[in-house]
């Protein structure tokens, strides 16, 4: 006698939903990212005390501060310029 096997189907279930974790962490990741991105102060950039500044005229006839560049070579100025 043969005994008889019975098949069963085996299929993943799929939820329709997401599970509320998963939820929650996308939104968390989300809240952080808008919140790092909206860092940081609205404005020209403030230079370091003693940092030496040098006015230039732009063509629409307003100045503009920018520090001075330095005349120090630096170890990879032979392969950026």
Sequence with gaps: ?????STQSVTASHPTEPPVSRIAAIA???????GLA???????????????VETVKKPDGTSDKRPKKSTRPFVLDG???
């Design 38 to 52: 909206a860092c940081g102060k609205k404005g020209d950039p403030e230079y370091p005390a003693g940092t030496q």
């Design 1 to 5: 006698m043969q005994a008889s096997r």
């Design 28 to 34: 968390a990741l989300l809240a952080l990212s808008l």
């Design 79 to 81: 392969l950026l310029n």
